[in-house]
């Protein structure tokens, strides 16, 4: 792998082995770059009630905004059943989150265990609501 976010990717992988996924198996690590070059991890953490399970990247994004982090850079995802060996897009709730905090060019970074893929914010949520939308 030679992209500039791998330390970003390997951040994202340990988050991954923090992953409570009992009942779909699907273990997703992220790890959130912020512009200050701290890095929040999150894993995703299902619940037997499944619509209440949360997300690795918003696990991440909730835990850098509850130390008081507002601007972002970049997400790494990593994703699968038994090993890494899925590209784990964001899901729509993730992309929302994100668009309330980052800029339509804020990297969201894919690995899948053997090929990097980048997306701006904008090429997965394009015409998204935003805070804009409510002035």
Known sequence: MNTKYEALIKEAICAREMSYSL??????????????????????IENSSYSEAVCAERVAFLSAINNGERNFKA??????????????????????????????????????????????????LPNSFSKENIK
């Open 23 to 44: 009942y779909s198996k699907y273990k997703v690590g992220a790890s959130l770059l912020c512009d200050n070059g701290k890095i929040y991890r999150g894993a995703n």
């Open 75 to 124: 997400i790494s995802v990593v994703g699968g059943v038994s090993e890494i060996n899925d590209f784990a897009y964001p899901c729509g709730s993730c992309r929302q989150v994100m668009s309330e905090f980052c800029n339509g060019d804020f990297e969201i970074v894919l690995y899948n265990g053997k090929e990097v893929k980048i997306y701006t914010l904008n090429e997965l």
